[in-house]
């Protein structure tokens, strides 16, 4: 019996994601330390031993170890760069005709791999620069952007109107966002209770019940497959996906074209500098004066994953009264003013409540996402989707690069100034946005628009 529901597949993949992020950072950052300083961190002590007083020869230490740290997470997101663009680009656009299961199966083979890896990089005591390797094997397989865009597409081919779309898509964040304040919540228990270890296990074990998950009990929908055809060379495959990709934007003509550069150009720049910013947080969180250990990370995590939930919710309330395009914007204004104000927080308390400035930030994504699909035909949504996907690996490991990098050199004089650029940065979306709005004025001229445009190409032809 075949099950025509991906949630559960997005549902593990989320947990391994989610759970593999904060405990890969934390272990890396412990390692560095130990090389750095000679000797090793318990697990019920404060992860960074952590040292407020600036003379201190330990704060000079927790410096270098966070320069190293964010400098080798630079190195890793590199490794993965190439590979993970190339085999996105492909795989995605290739499911258009060949389904979109064989993305989600290949990603989680990559996923599982990396997970083995790490498994004994801890086990064996390996090198961790041995990391580097692995985030290159994995990214072969394609990396989770791919799996998501596979997802997100296999959402779309079954919805038959726009709002379903946009509905169901909020609802899959709206997971998303429970899963990741559940293992953000728990991943400081995971690493004082079970060790790297055997959190690296579980991890491993929950990817291998998604790919059996996948493999075995996840349907095909009737939509696809059905004109499956003979299989191609490589050259002609490649040749196919260049000209896939040329069409979808060559046959939105005219402001249909703009509008669709400006929500995808958008989304992108939006995705960028939330991408990129993420892993700051633990670091800035790690260091002096916060000085939080593995525990409050994940209370922190938690807090901040909230946003899902409450980005959901805010789409379902805010889509009864405002358009699309507005709830993109107060979800962007409201992150833009919560990284200002992470910039200055200096205690705790300051910086659990500035969390909540995040509440909306998963919302433009979601918006965006759906009114991008509804601006393509359902045969362009497979190629749309890897764009999509495309452009987040390379603008997320390039962004996650050169936060890191910008991070590493001004940690030592003043380690919230990422987090005020970041804050600068999120103009660039917001002037996008208001330039797509001018374009459609309203939803009902903006739903007239695609329909006039693509009426207009029909009688061309």
Known sequence: MKIFFVEPAIFLSAFAMSLTMPLTTQYIYRRIWEETSNYSIAFDSNISECEKNKSSPIFILQKEVQKKASLFGLQVDLCGLIPGIVSTFILLSHSDHYGRK?????????????????????????????????????????????????????????????????????VVDLLLGLITGLTGLSSGYFIRELGFLWSFLIITLVIAVNLIYILFFLGTPTTEMQSREVLESCAEAFKSLLLRTYLLFKNAAGRRGALLCLLLFSMIAY?????????????????????????????????????????????????????????????????LSGMALVAFSRTTVMMLSVRLLFIFSIMPLSVLRSMLSKVVSSAELGTLFACISVLETLGGVIAVSSFNGIYSATVAWYPGFTFLLSAVLMLIPAISLCSAMCISRNSESYTLLIQEESGRETSDT
């Open 102 to 170: 064989l993305p989600m199966v290949l990603s989680c083979v990559g996923s599982l791999a990396t997970s083995v890896w790490l498994c004994l990089v801890v086990y064996l005591a390996l090198p961790f620069q041995l990391l580097l390797a692995s985030s290159f094997l994995g990214a072969l397989c394609g990396n989770y952007t791919t799996f998501w865009g596979a997802s997100f597409a296999y959402i779309v081919d079954q919805c038959k109107e726009d709002k379903e779309k946009t509905v169901r898509i909020a």
């Open 271 to 335: 995705y960028v500098v939330l991408i990129g910013i993420s892993p700051i947080f633990i670091l800035y969180e790690l260091d002096a004066p916060l000085c939080w250990d593995e525990v409050f990370i994940g209370y922190g995590s938690a807090l901040g994953s909230v946003s899902f939930v409450t980005s959901f919710l805010g789409i379902w309330i805010f889509s009864y009264c405002m358009e699309d395009i507005h709830m993109a914007f107060i979800g962007l204004f409201t992150t």
